[in-house]
């Protein structure tokens, strides 16, 4: 350390001996000369006809020298360098150009500041820390937040002896930080990141350390303020930083942080923030924590954290902040949580908590918002949170909670989001007595997924600023009243799985139509008892729907001609399962967006419209069970069509001619679908936690799926008129999961081409006019579960081995020329391969080849070692299933083969001897 203070001393020596000084006039006229932009002519007046110490931002001392003591020209917007005849100032105690756009170089003469105090450069461009800062030894406050600053946290700052305040956040500091920086014996406030949660906005403009947080931080005795949440730091908590008696501030999220909180923290009784939260600690909350009876802020989400919530939580008598989502808690909520009376916000969403909800919880009347959501409480909501009149927030999603909704809530003063959805409350939703006193200020109001009941009020429409309206999966009757036109502002509408009546809102002349929902980008009116026609105006909501449900309905007519004439944006489109008639409009070609479009079960006809090949996005077309007909034929002008398409449903139509080979050929989609098979499965979603469902027929079963993985792959085109062959071309489609050509007129062999479809789950080629052998390749198709071939004109036998030893006569019948298990044997039409166990005719050269009986055994002890660890593990994960059907098989093999060997080898040994 001597030597580097030598070096510092030595250049600052040299650089002093270089500099000229200015008199303070001069260097501040020199200052502003650097400044290349002032957009608000600020220091205009910074000129000789008035003394500068009358300019301003200026501050002079009272003496008779007036020397300049202060300049804070901070959030000017100014743009520049600084001036190196800054250090002319040798009088100046306050420096501050923070929020400002000065960049590099920071001038060395700086450091001739010797009298400097307060030195404040934060939000700003600097790259480069000077080492001659080392010099200002009666600073006591040094801000560079949120600039450019790279490299190892700076070693010159420790020399600072007299240092109170340090923030070196927002930079890009690295490696791990100095535990000379324990070293402060006046340090108050000591910060590496930023010091709340907005900022995350900012996460690219961090430190980002290594190593953990140094255990020499807790000799800072006098600290009051700690920060260094985003900042990469790991290990475990030290448990020094228990002697920081006088911190009122401790914050470290978003970090890796693991391990345990440590007990002695609960000694920090000036403490009054807590945060660790967005890391990965687990545990328990410690009985110390008992004593932190200061605590305001107590923020631990995103952990690990396990155990009950603590009862003293509760008791902490100046509580106003809890976080504690996102932890795997279990028990009940204390239940004295909010009588202290001074609850601001409660967030415990995404734990096990079981219980009730506490009665207190807005006592005071300051509760702003409170998120209990994805945990397992039981109980009615608490009828005081209908009067609270502060609550901003609540959230209460994926309980089990019943009753009613409080009176009152819905018109709360300040509520701009309730979430209720996923529970079991009951009762009339939206009585005569609440209907006028809709607040104004709500936003979002989700209460789907209940047993609520009652009719939509026409007072809907005072929902003025409501965006998201979420009433689908309850028991709402009634029509859907015009009124609801009057909320202009919404974006998500979703009355889906009700059982509203009549039909769709289109009163144009009284401006009471749903159409006049121009902002609106999710309609969901699904699964209800709608008629009549789809209203024609729904192509004017303007440019921003993206998606449109309306399946599932009684809702006749014919598909609008203009439909969706601007629907750049439409991306889900779902009439399926209602009466409609007609043809599919050629507007929709226009939809280039489009990832879905389902129109099955309805009564559409006419022919394959080639125009879908436009649709570059396409990822799911069923038209299933409508009246269709002729052949598919494709548009020459576009090169790939259908390259997007996962899932194609043509069944139960009257298509004709042969399958489309082009389209088989370029759906790039299922020829190699990515495969991670890494975490959670994901799901096609119209929204954000809205998986789509649709019926499919799936191994000969019609099914909804409620939801669809992203790598479904089908190709179903059963129940129609193609003829011709299979194109060999479909075993190129590696990505599908289901294959239904089942019912049509196919002609032809089965494609050996087929068996290369390794994740085919179901094959069904039945009632077909199919003909030759049932190829050996297909018994390489080991996650089938359903195979059907009926019905064919199939003959020889039948492959074994795999799954093919565990199918039933149902996937074969109707092939009168099939034969092997399941069905009779094949004879000797279809001679098996005969092992010859003679010993009669051996030669000369056979004497060194084993006997039937030796080969046998070896195989059998081999296939027993083989075969133990090889069941072991299948029957422990329960897959493949056809291996633990085959296993029940196999001793009936065995002894078959052994009767066979053994009695033919006995019988020979006889007739030798007579």
């Known amino acids: ?329 279990t028990g009940s909520i204390p239940p004295k949580l909010g009588t202290n009376g001074r609850l601001l916000r409660v967030d415990i969403e995404h734990n096990n908590l079981t219980g009730s909800l506490p009665v207190s919880l807005c006592k005071g009347d300051r509760l702003q918002i409170l998120y209990v959501s994805d945990n397992r409480l039981i109980g009615p909501i608490p009828e005081s949170l209908g009067s609270c009149k502060s609550l901003e927030e ?118 009471k139509s749903i159409c006049n929902l121009e902002n609106i980008h999710t309609l969901r009116l699904s699964n209800n008892i709608l008629t009549g026609d789809i209203p024609r105006c729904l192509g004017n909501t303007g440019t921003g729907l993206r998606t449109l449900f309306l399946q599932s309905n009684k809702l006749n007519g014919t598909i609008p001609a203009n439909f969706l004439k601007s629907c750049d944006l439409l991306t889900y489109l779902d009439l399926s399962d209602n009466q409609l008639e007609g043809v599919l409009p050629k507007s929709l070609s226009k939809c280039q967006r489009l990832e879905l479009l389902n129109v099955g079960s309805n009564r559409l006809t006419g022919k394959f419209p080639p125009w879908l090949d436009n649709l570059p996005h396409l990822k799911v077309f069923n038209v299933r069970y409508n009246a269709f007909y002729g052949p598919i034929t494709s548009s020459p002008k576009v090169k790939h069509p259908f390259s997007m398409l996962q899932i194609m449903d043509l069944s139960n139509n009257n298509f004709c001619g042969k399958l489309p080979r082009r389209y088989i050929k370029n759906f790039a989609a299922m020829y190699n679908m990515n495969e991670s098979g890494v975490g959670s499965p994901q799901y096609m979603e119209d929204t954000i936690d809205h998986p789509y469902s649709m019926v499919l027929t799936v191994n000969g079963l019609q099914q909804r799926y409620e939801k669809l993985i992203v790598t479904m792959s089908v190709f179903d085109i059963s129940n129609n008129n193609f003829t011709g062959q299979i194109p060999d071309a479909i075993g190129g489609l590696r990505s599908l999961r289901n294959l239904n050509l089942s019912h049509n007129l196919l002609t032809g062999n089965i494609p050996p081409s087929i068996g290369k479809l390794s994740l085919l789950d179901g094959l069904d080629l039945s009632s077909n006019r199919l003909t030759g052998r049932i190829p050996q390749e297909l018994v390489s198709l080991t996650f089938v579960g359903v195979f059907n071939v009926s019905n064919n004109l199939l003959e020889g036998p039948i492959p074994r081995g795999k799954n093919f030893d565990t199918y039933s006569v149902d996937s074969y019948k109707g092939n009168p020329k099939l034969c092997g298990q399941p069905l009779p044997e094949c004879g000797d039409k279809y001679p098996k391969v005969i092992i010859n166990y003679s010993h009669n005719n051996t030669t000369k050269d056979d004497t060194s080849i084993l006997s039937m009986s030796e080969i046998i055994m070896m195989g059998f002890c081999s296939g027993v070692l083989v075969g133990l660890a090889w069941g072991y593990c299948m029957f422990s994960i329960g897959k493949p299933f056809w291996f633990i059907r085959l296993a029940n098989k196999m001793e009936f093999v065995l002894l078959d083969l052994f009767d066979e060997y053994f009695g033919r080898r006995g019988r020979t040994t006889r007739q030798r001897k007579n």
Request: aromatic fraction near 12%; glycine fraction near 8%.
């Open 394 to 511: 609540v959230a209460m999603g994926n309980n089990f909670l019943n009753g009613s909704i409080p009176k009152g809530l819905f018109g709360l003063p300040n509520i701009s989001v309730i979430g209720f959805n996923d529970n079991h409350l009951t009762g009339l939703c939206f009585d005569e007595s609440t209907t006028h006193l809709f607040s104004v200020n709500l936003w979002t109001l989700d209460l789907s997924n209940n047993q609520l009941t009652g009719e939509l009020p026409a007072s809907i429409g005072n929902f003025s600023n409501l965006r998201y309206l979420s009433l689908d999966g309850n028991k709402f009757i009634g029509s859907i009243p015009p009124e609801i036109s009057k909320c202009q502002a919404l974006l998500e509408l979703d009355l889906s799985s009700n059982q509203f009546s009549g039909e769709i809102p289109n009163e144009i002349t009284g401006n």
């Open 1 to 329: 350390m001597k030597i580097f203070l030598f070096f510092v001393l030595l250049h600052l020596l040299n650089f002093i001996n270089g500099i000229t000084l200015l008199s303070e006039e001069k260097a501040l006229l020199s200052i502003k000369s650097a400044i290349t932009h002032d957009p608000q002519n600020y220091l205009s007046s910074w000129n000789t006809t008035t003394h500068h110490c009358s300019w301003p931002f200026i501050t002079c001392s009272s003496s008779s020298s007036s020397s300049v003591i202060s300049l804070d020209i901070s959030g000017l917007n100014l743009t520049g360098i600084l001036s190196p005849d800054i250090g002319s100032l040798t009088h100046l105690q306050n420096l501050n150009i923070a929020e400002n756009s000065f960049s590099d170089p920071i001038p060395p003469s700086l450091s001739l500041l010797t009298q400097l105090r307060y030195l404040n450069l934060s939000y700003n461009d600097f790259t480069t820390f000077p080492s001659t800062f080392s010099s200002l030894k009666k600073l006591t406050i040094l801000d560079i937040l949120s600039n450019n600053f790279t490299g190892l946290l700076p070693l010159s700052v420790v020399e600072m002896s007299e240092l109170r305040y340090l923030d070196l956040g927002g930079n890009h500091f690295y490696g791990e930080v100095p535990p000379e920086y324990g070293q402060w014996e006046n340090l108050e406030y000591l910060s590496f990141s930023w010091r709340n949660y907005y900022y995350l906005d900012y996460v690219d403009y961090n430190n980002i350390f290594s190593g953990g947080i140094p255990p020499e931080l807790g000799n800072l005795t006098k600290l009051t303020t700690l920060y260094g949440s985003i900042c990469n730091f790991s290990g475990k908590i030290p448990t020094e930083l228990g002697k920081l008696k006088k911190l009122e501030v401790l914050s470290f999220s978003w970090n890796t942080l693991s391990g345990g909180l440590p007990f002695e923290l609960g000694s920090m009784k000036s403490l009054k923030h807590m945060d660790f939260s967005h890391n990965m600690l687990s545990g328990v909350i410690p009985e110390s924590y008992s004593l932190l009876q200061n605590i305001t802020d107590f923020h631990l989400t995103g952990n690990n954290l396990h155990g009950s919530i603590p009862d003293f939580i509760g008791d902490f008598p100046e509580l106003e902040y809890l976080s504690l989502g996102w932890n795997n808690f």
